[in-house]
């Protein structure tokens, strides 16, 4: 009996057997290797127009981020990418981020500054936010 699958990346139905799982994620043999593109809502070419017609309404002010916070978050991402390897995260659970994620946040609670508790909780919620959405992207049964 054949089993297809779709691949994640063109959403074709390929068989199981012809396909390729990469951290969880099933690929046909064109796309794997290839960048998923992720589109962003608001983005494209079906982005709203602001009133006086001159450019696209952003649903978005990134300006709003404090820039610092960007550039420690990142600094952290880079150390953790450099020891373990890239994405390496996401063959992490969503469960194990979460704890990660308190335990740095009660850690920074207790009075602990050893290290950047909260930027280390943030990344954590991060990954978590990302595997929760993976995961609702790839359950067909929602
Ligand atoms: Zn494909």
């Known amino acids: 009996m054949q089993i297809t ?6 959403e074709e ?15 046909c043999e064109k796309c ?21 017609g001159l450019e696209s309404a952003l649903p978005y ?3 709003l981020i404090p820039p610092e916070f960007l550039f420690c978050l990142s600094a952290l991402l880079k150390e953790g990418a450099d020891k373990y390897g890239e ?11 979460i704890n990660h994620a308190i335990c740095h946040i009660l850690t920074d609670l207790a009075g602990d500054d050893r290290e950047e508790h909260l ?8 990954f978590a936010w990302w595997l929760k959405k993976e995961e609702k992207t790839h359950d067909k049964s929602m």
């Open 13 to 27: 139905e390929v068989d199981e057997q012809k396909g390729i799982w990469r951290d969880g994620i099933f690929y």
């Open 119 to 126: 930027i280390n909780a943030t990344a954590r919620l991060l």
């Open 5 to 10: 699958m779709p691949c994640y990346r063109c």
């Open 61 to 63: 002010d990134m300006t």
């Open 32 to 52: 794997y290797g290839k960048e998923t593109p992720v589109y962003i809502e608001g983005m494209g070419p079906d982005a709203p127009t602001t009133e006086d």
């Open 87 to 97: 994405g390496n995260w996401k063959r992490l659970s969503y469960r194990t981020n």
